[in-house]
């Protein structure tokens, strides 16, 4: 009974969160509704006892995701009203709501759920967490350490493409060059 | 009504998920545009953990889990080329990037 | 003895491969020496051959390869020599070689000198593997050979468009006997199983006579068309638009005569079917007669040559439809020497008087080239049938073979036409060689030919005089394989009646051509004349109107048929398709160009439309998979497993 309370709230303030992300016209009101949105995710992630993943969603979404976020936006001054040239809204949301129920068509089919049999069974007695770390560190270890490369690339990748300056390496200059780049700039400023 | 059962659970992330389609199809602003593709992200990641929990099956869970590190790196390195974009041509409207016309 | 099998057949197409690499180059004299020696080769692997036969010895098959080897049906690249094809191997190499000698001096100074060697080989590897194959198949390869050869050398000259003309018609008209002709083989095969002549040949012994008619009549068509009987004949003499070498090896000695050998090979089948002969008999009657009239007012001479030619293919089928094989091969071989020597002398007077051919315009040739009047005479003397040239054993023979079966229409015309044919023939060397000089009005400087060219006829000559000898060997050799036997007319008055009467006919005809155009005071005619304007010169000179109708009635609507279907069918529906086809593809890319806008958005709500479709597809397939106990039964319904 709580959990359908809990269920039917946060189910109606994800989606009214993630309509306003589409629908305004104001870039700051869809970052905010969005990062409410996340919020409201994690808890689902709680009720449905995923508590590692519900908190992972805070920090790393909400707290890192929608940081850069902003950052991005103070970037591209998209504080003010966004003008957009209406799509034709009629195809829009008329493929929309048709992949929508294809979707549900097919996951609710009981041919699907007679079907499933489950892999990595939870262990009971021990806490999310633990099942966690038992199952990431041992069957999931070589996509954690390849998604832990990714992240390092990726990191790179976002140094490089947004830093200033980028093209010049100071560890593979002289002394001389970096001295003679440094009076240059100096020039430059003055 | 009142048991919430996996179906619930499945519709949920499909009615997220089409709002994410609408505002991808929406959206001219390639900003908001990642907005919406986040939103898409999410819905798959509630069905993932919702699997997860009614069959007591972990993989749910991991593939979320992954889900997120990716979405992560993604938004790292898109919101890098976007810099790089609007440092050249000063604005991010899709209407506006029609290089790759056939 | 293989061995000289391989040499006669293979030598001319060595020849002709060695004169092939040259065609594009200025005249080699070498091409012709060695094209000549590879013939005088097979000649004498011929002869060695020949000489085997005759002693006795038996039949040499030799099997090169398999051809075909599919279900039911296996032909074989085999080989023959038995009394029937060395007789003809003898025959076609011998005038090839001759030919090929008098081409070096006529061809002297032509500019495809090489390309005629060339074809000329061709054609003479074709023949051999005519006359060598020992089943139908390999009959029709060497068949079509020729034609294809004989176009070639008919159109030698193929800037002249009137060369061109002969040569299309030759090639057309065989094609359509040729139809014939395969029906006729086809036919073979489906009722007897095998292609061979042997096989073939015993299994028509167990066939109903209607089926081995049918496959007569067949076989027939197509030696129509080769040897140019009615109604195919037209090509015949159109055909001497190509250079005189090529009319006297192709039109006098070895193509057309391959028509009367398919008869003669395929006896077995011919004399079980004695109508079939019987219309084949009188069919060569009538057109030996036909010929014989269309020669006596042409002012041509080729194509009094030709039509000569034609006359005498009418009696080797007269003989052959009457069942006298032996006799018709033996007028073939004859026949082919001397009226080779007389086309070869004729190429000599044509050269001599810069190509004029209307006789008319020459007279008193003989002072001036004496050797070739010699031959000439002697070589029309041959096929007036005088005794003791090579014609009158063939050609009495005939007679003979008419009378002893009582077949007394075909005696009297053909005996009409042997008068006939020496008018004619003496008519052209009298207005030639005799009279007076009318060439000088037109300023010719005549000259004998070159002296090799007169040696190289010179064995055609011998053997035109002394064939006649060979006649009784010949039957002997030929009598098993033939199932010949001699003519045996009741009493021995009736036969030197026969005989002397046969003389002394031939030669009143010869005296009243001497007569009438060995004088002095012949003018040239020049249309007006009383007789030029008679109904019946006016219907021989113009062949009986039949190339005319051929041209009105037959060509003219086809052409214009052809026309129709080419706007009506082929440009309209068939090249309207293709190009609709193409037009649809090329509509349908360039609409579908505008999905390709550069625009993220479309590009996005492409991909959302494909993830529907993907979506309906999954589901019905789902639908299907679930509910397939039920739809099976629907679906075997509609015929759908």
């Not at chain 2, 390195?77 to 016309?101: E, P, Q």
Request: hydrophobic letters at 55%; glycine letters at 8%.
């Amino acid at each position: 009974m709580f959990e359908a309370i809990a269920f039917y709230l946060f189910a109606f303030l994800t989606i009214a969160m993630f309509y306003i992300t589409v629908t305004t016209k104001h870039a700051l009101y869809a970052l905010t509704a969005l990062a409410a949105g996340m919020i409201f995710i994690s808890a689902f992630f709680f009720i449905l006892g995923a508590d590692f993943l519900g908190v992972v969603q805070i920090i790393v979404y909400t707290g890192a995701v929608m940081a850069l976020y902003a950052f991005g936006m103070m970037f591209f001054d998209t504080t003010r009203e966004v003008k957009e040239k209406q799509g034709n809204k009629a195809i829009i949301v008329g493929l929309s709501t048709l992949a929508a129920v294809l979707i549900v068509l097919i996951v609710s089919a009981p041919m699907i759920s007679d079907n499933i049999v489950a892999l990595y069974p939870a262990i009971d007695g021990v806490g999310n967490i633990q099942e966690i770390g038992l199952v990431l560190f041992t069957k999931y270890l070589i996509p954690f350490e390849v998604a832990a490369i990714m992240l390092l690339v990726a990191m790179v990748a976002g140094i490089v493409l947004a830093g200033k300056k980028m093209d010049i390496s100071l560890t593979l200059m002289d002394a001389e060059e970096i001295k003679a780049n440094e009076e240059k700039n100096k020039k430059v400023l003055s | 009504m009142m048991e919430i059962g996996l179906n619930h659970y499945l519709v949920l992330s499909t009615i997220l998920f089409a709002i994410g389609l609408v505002g991808v199809m929406k959206r001219k602003n390639l900003l908001l545009l990642f907005f919406a593709t986040e939103i898409l992200l999410n819905a798959v990641n509630i069905a993932f953990a919702a699997i997860s929990h009614y069959y007591g099956d972990l993989t749910g869970q991991m593939f979320a889990f992954f889900v997120i590190a990716i979405a992560a790196s993604e938004v790292a390195v898109g919101l890098g080329l976007l810099i790089v974009w609007y440092k050249r041509h000063g604005n991010i409207d899709l209407d506006a990037m029609t290089s790759m016309k056939g | 003895m293989e061995k000289y099998l391989y040499i006669a057949l293979f030598a001319p197409f060595v020849s002709s491969l060695f004169s092939a690499l040259f065609t594009a180059t200025p005249k080699k004299l070498f091409t012709g020496i060695v094209g000549s020696a590879l013939i005088i080769t097979s000649l004498i692997s011929s002869t060695i051959l020949l000489v085997y036969i005759l002693k006795g010895g038996e039949p040499i098959h030799v099997e090169l390869m398999t051809w075909m080897a599919t279900g039911g049906l296996y032909i074989p690249f085999g080989f023959v020599v038995d009394q029937v094809s060395v007789t003809m191997m003898m025959v076609v190499t011998l005038v090839s070689s001759v030919v090929h000698v008098y081409s070096i001096g006529y061809m002297d100074h032509d500019k495809g000198f090489n390309r005629f060697f060339a074809w000329l080989s061709a054609f003479v590897f074709s023949m051999m593997i005519l006359v060598m194959s020992d089943n139908y198949a390999g009959l029709f390869i060497g068949w079509e050979g020729v034609g294809l050869c004989s176009w070639g050398l008919i159109g030698f000259w193929f800037h002249k468009e009137s060369a061109s003309w002969a040569a299309n018609e030759a090639f057309i008209m065989n094609r359509i006997a040729d139809l014939g002709m395969l029906i006729g083989i086809f036919l073979v095969y489906w009722n007897t199983g095998t292609l061979q002549y042997d096989g073939a040949f015993a299994a028509f012994h167990h066939l109903d006579t209607a089926t081995l008619s049918w496959i007569g009549i067949f076989l027939f068509i197509g030696a129509m068309g080769k040897s140019a009987q009615f109604p195919l004949h037209t090509w015949l003499a159109d055909a001497m638009e190509g250079p005189t070498p090529v009319s006297a090896l192709i039109h006098a000695a070895t193509m057309v005569t391959a028509g009367v050998y398919l008869v003669i090979r395929s006896h077995e089948l011919y004399s079980l079917i004695p109508s079939v002969g019987l219309f084949i008999a009188s069919l060569g009657t009538f057109v030996a007669l036909f010929a014989a009239s269309m020669a006596l007012v042409n002012r041509d001479m080729k194509r009094i040559i030709a039509y000569s030619t034609l006359s005498q293919l009418g009696y080797m089928f007269a003989a052959a439809g009457l069942g006298a094989y032996w006799v018709a091969l033996f007028h073939l071989m004859a026949h082919a020497f001397f009226k080779a020597l007389l086309f070869l002398g004729a190429g000599n007077v044509m050269h001599a008087m810069h190509d004029e051919l209307d006789p008319f315009k020459m007279g008193g040739l003989k002072k001036v080239m004496k050797w070739t009047w010699i031959m000439m005479t002697i070589a029309s003397l041959a096929l007036a049938g005088i005794f003791p040239f090579a014609g009158f054993f063939s050609k009495d023979t005939i007679l003979e073979a008419a009378f002893a079966d009582h077949h007394m229409v075909i005696y009297g015309v053909l005996l009409f036409t042997a008068g006939l044919t020496a008018f004619y023939s003496f008519r052209l060397v009298a207005l030639i060689f005799h009279g007076e000089e009318r060439y000088k009005l037109f300023g010719i400087h005549p000259h004998e030919a070159y002296k090799f060219m007169l040696v190289g006829m010179s064995p055609l000559l011998i053997l035109a005089i002394i064939a006649g000898i060979f006649q009784q060997p010949f039957f002997h050799m030929v009598e098993e394989i033939l199932s010949a036997h001699e003519y045996h007319i009741h009493s021995h008055v009736t036969v030197w009646i026969m005989l002397l009467g046969t003389q002394i006919f031939v030669g009143l005809a010869i005296l009243y051509a001497y007569r009438k155009y060995a004088r002095s005071g012949i003018e040239v005619p020049d249309g007006t004349s009383e007789v030029e304007n008679s109904f019946v010169y006016k219907l021989l000179i113009n062949q009986y109107y039949i190339p005319y109708f051929y041209e009105e009635y037959i060509v003219k609507p086809y052409r214009e048929l052809s026309k129709a279907f080419w706007t009506e069918v082929d440009l309209k529906v068939v090249d309207a398709t293709v190009d609709g086809i193409a037009g649809v593809i090329y509509g349908t890319g360039e609409k579908t160009r505008a999905m390709q806008s550069g625009n993220l958005s479309t590009m996005l709500k492409w991909m959302v439309v494909g993830l529907v479709v993907l979506l309906s597809l999954a589901v019905v397939f789902g639908l299907a998979v679930r509910y397939s106990d039920e739809i099976g039964p629907i679906l075997s319904g509609l015929g759908v497993n």
